[in-house]
C-alpha cells in the first residue's frame, strides 16, 4: 500500500540563475522534499504567453506558417505570442492577433490557462476564442516572417490526423474549437 503524504510542498533552500536571456531563465534549485530527502530542481522561467483561435464567419480558422529554429522547420500554428511584463492577457491577445494577422475581433471569450511543460518550466498558455474578425492591415514585429491563411476546422483536424500540425498549442485549441463548433463547450 502506498502512503500518504499529505503536504507534498518542495521547500526552496538556494536558487540559482544559470542563464538569463531575453525569453527564458533557467534555475537550479537545491530543495527538501516532503520525506525530508534533498534534491535539486532544473527548471525554466517563462513569461506566459496567449494563444488566439480566430473562428471567422464562414467557420475557417486563420492559420500562420512560422519557421521555428529549434526544429527547424516550419510549422502550421494558430496566431500567440508572449505576454509582455506587467500586461493583462486579453490586451497581449489582441495585439498580437492584429500585429500578426492583420485581424481584429469584437468578440473576445477567455478559453482556460494551460501549463504546457510543468516538469521543468512555469509557462503558462492562455487561451482565447476571437470572433466576429475584420480584416486590417498586419504589422509584425520586426525580424518576425510568417504566412497567414484560413483552414476549415475540419481540414485542421485532418492535418492534425496525419502529423502536418504537430504543435501542441494548435492541436489543443483545434480540438477546443471543435468542440466549441458543436455546442460541447
Given at each position: 500500500m502506498t502512503k500518504i503524504i499529505q503536504n507534498l510542498t518542495e521547500e526552496q533552500i538556494s536558487n540559482?540563475?544559470?542563464f538569463s536571456g531575453d525569453l527564458l531563465q533557467v534555475h537550479v534549485d537545491?530543495?527538501?522534499?516532503?520525506?525530508g530527502k534533498l534534491s535539486v530542481r532544473e527548471y525554466v522561467t517563462h513569461p506566459g504567453?496567449?494563444?488566439?483561435?480566430?473562428?471567422?464567419?464562414?467557420?475557417?480558422?486563420?492559420?500562420e506558417r512560422q519557421h521555428r529554429y529549434p526544429l527547424h522547420q516550419d510549422f502550421y500554428e494558430l496566431?500567440?505570442?508572449?505576454?509582455?511584463l506587467d500586461e493583462e492577457p486579453l490586451l497581449c491577445a489582441q495585439r498580437e492577433l492584429l500585429e500578426e494577422t492583420g485581424y481584429i475581433a469584437s468578440n473576445w471569450r477567455y478559453l482556460a490557462t494551460l501549463h504546457p511543460c510543468i516538469g521543468y518550466s512555469n509557462e503558462k498558455l492562455v487561451y482565447y476564442l476571437a470572433?466576429?474578425?475584420?480584416?486590417?492591415?498586419?504589422?509584425p514585429d520586426d525580424g518576425e516572417h510568417?504566412?497567414?491563411?484560413?483552414l476549415a476546422v475540419t481540414e485542421a483536424i485532418e492535418?492534425?490526423?496525419?502529423?502536418?500540425?504537430?504543435?501542441?498549442?494548435t492541436v489543443s485549441a483545434v480540438f477546443w474549437v471543435e468542440k466549441l463548433i458543436r455546442g460541447e463547450w
Open positions: 540559482q540563475c544559470v537545491n530543495v527538501v522534499m516532503p520525506d504567453a496567449v494563444v488566439i483561435i480566430p473562428l471567422l464567419d464562414n467557420g475557417n480558422l486563420v492559420f496566431p500567440a505570442g508572449k505576454i509582455g470572433t466576429e474578425l475584420n480584416l486590417q492591415d498586419a504589422c510568417l504566412e497567414v491563411f484560413t492535418w492534425i490526423r496525419v502529423g502536418k500540425i504537430t504543435d501542441n498549442k
